[in-house]
């Protein structure tokens, strides 16, 4: 090939690159590396190499096409290529260290050159890396404005629209949702009608992906996630369909989709594994809460080991300490992991918000309860949301306004059950039981709890209703707790699994003076079913 043949068949991977046909890209960056060495056809090939899953190609060929621009003196493409050799340190070889002196030469490349593209995907990079590691969403944010305004002055739609899928991200942790799902979908769009190469198209749909699992936005959720997984699949790009995967699959945990969550999550794995093992976490973290949400404690608990440090694993071992109730080790984990991110993030991040609540109340330390009640209701912008707002507001007027706890309980199943969300139903369902059980409503209390346990066995959850929430079925003091000497020898019988007919030929008492025992039970120790009371008795050594 002479000179202008090289130049064309480069011209030609170029083009395969940005529309994602990879295994062409590669062929022709290397038809063209058999007639010379240069820059652009190894800088090229680095980047066919890595979307095929040839990290280690892809490394050889990026450090080879650094050295020649540099020696060239072309510093703005050295730093383009500096940053790729970070972010594939990062994500491919999980070498952090490695990573930032990456992104550190890349900054010291473009010192005293004028404002490029290249300076605005390093923001991408940097940003996303604050987001996703960190939970830093206040670096997102800033790193976001900088890509779209260098973006938007060079022309790029590619740089432009990825800044503000992130920065719409970053919007919707900190808790303006409205406006950053508004920013996602408007990005989402232009990658739909063609404004975005197909690498960066898939990288904005996944913001959205991922925005939408923040909030629990089912609705919204669905009806993007076939068009993602379509094109992910069309590209081929097992990186980019891992991350995908992963929050798409933990979209369907919360959906209670769980066989289809369990072979995302697996395809995701599969996906890390080949091409991306540096964030292989992501697909890990999600299978500990679906494992938790099915009652595989065990297994959750030990991918939450895996992760001792990481911001998710800390927020799922603290609820699993509340699931086993253990109150005040949850609080120490959510405390943890709350100091691992920015206040701002904490203030706007709804399962943390969430389990705070719970766990004030539970602790009795109901200011801390209700100030995070009152900001999960400022951001309340979805049905999901604000069925959480509901519960919350509801778990804390419980000791203080049981007749509005229960309306914000049944606001809560009704939000809930009809966004498609069957554990968070049945949390709301067993809290409500417990308040229709100490205002003497025992049948409608006990359709709650039949309602709650059929929700979670028909999602495949092993979770026992009378296991469900412990530490709020507790009594705020002991005296709340004393059993009559006739009602310790009733539960226990209750604990030995016999009926309210076995227990008064027994005890040679009539079956409604049993039946009013195990009522008065409950109603001391707030529990929603004999079940229940007798599981909560035995583990607090009441018999």
Not at 24 to 33: G, N, S, Y
Not at 513 to 528: D, F, G, S
Request: include cysteine.
């Amino acid at each position: 090939m002479d000179g202008t043949e090289v130049a064309e068949a480069v011209d030609r991977g170029r083009q395969a690159l940005v529309a994602g046909r990879y295994e062409e890209a590669r062929a022709c960056f290397e038809r063209a590396l058999e007639s010379e060495e240069s820059a652009e056809a190894l800088d090229g090939l680095g980047h066919a190499a890595r979307w095929l899953a040839d990290p280690d190609a892809a490394r050889v060929a990026r450090e080879r096409a650094y050295r020649l621009y540099r020696d060239r003196g072309e510093r703005e493409r050295a730093a383009d290529v500096a940053l790729w050799l970070g972010e594939d340190a990062r994500i491919v070889y999980g070498d952090a260290t490695v990573a930032a002196g990456w992104y550190a030469r890349s900054h010291t490349l473009l010192e005293g050159l004028e404002d490029s593209c290249v300076r605005g995907w390093l923001a991408v990079r940097e940003g996303d890396r604050a987001l996703l590691e960190d939970g830093d969403a206040t670096v997102a944010l800033a790193e976001s404005e900088r890509a779209i305004e260098i973006g938007r002055l060079h022309g790029d739609s590619n740089l432009e629209h990825t800044g503000r899928a992130l920065r719409g991200l970053a919007a919707v942790a900190l808790g303006d949702v409205a406006e950053g799902m508004r920013e996602l979908d408007a990005a989402s769009t232009a990658a739909i009608a063609g404004e975005l190469g197909a690498t960066d198209a898939g990288r904005v749909w996944c913001c959205l992906i991922f925005a939408c699992e923040r909030v629990r936005d089912v609705q919204r959720a669905s009806e993007w996630c076939a068009t993602v997984k379509r094109r992910a699949e069309e590209l081929q790009n097992r990186q980019l369909f891992g991350y995908c995967r992963s929050h798409y699959a933990s979209i369907l945990t919360a959906s209670g989709e769980w066989e289809e969550a369990e072979r995302e999550l697996a395809a995701a794995a599969d996906d890390f594994a080949m091409a991306a093992p540096g964030v292989a976490h992501e697909a890990d973290l999600a299978l500990a809460e679906l494992r938790r949400r099915q009652g595989r404690s065990d297994e959750a608990r030990a991918i939450c080991e895996r992760h001792p440090s990481h911001h998710q694993s800390l927020l799922c071992a603290a609820e699993l300490a509340w699931d086993r109730g253990d109150a005040a080790r949850a609080d120490e984990l959510l405390a943890r992991r709350n100091r691992r991110l920015p206040q701002r993030v904490v203030d706007s991040e709804l399962p943390g918000l969430d389990l705070a609540v719970r766990v004030g109340v539970a602790i009795g330390d109901l200011d801390a309860a209700r100030t995070a009640a009152a900001r999960i209701d400022e951001l309340a912008a979805t049905d999901v949301s604000r069925a959480a707002a509901a519960y919350a507001r509801g778990i804390c007027a419980a000791s203080r306004d049981a007749g509005n706890a229960r309306r914000c309980l049944e606001d809560a199943i009704d939000g809930w059950t009809a966004a498609g969300m069957p554990f968070e139903s049945a949390r709301a369902r067993v809290a409500l039981a417990r308040y229709l059980r100490a205002d003497g409503r025992e049948a409608d209390a006990d359709d709650e709890v039949d309602a709650a346990q059929a929700t979670l066995e028909a999602v495949g959850s092993k979770i026992a209703v009378a296991e469900m929430d412990m530490p709020l079925a507790a009594p705020s003091s002991p005296a709340d707790r004393e059993l009559t000497a006739r009602e310790v020898e009733i539960l226990r019988h209750v604990a030995d699994g016999l009926s309210d007919n076995e227990i008064a030929k027994r005890l040679v008492l009539s079956p409604h003076t049993v039946h009013r025992h195990v009522a008065n039970i409950r109603t001391k120790l707030r529990q929603p079913s004999r079940a229940a009371a007798a599981v909560y008795a035995a583990r607090e050594g009441l018999i």
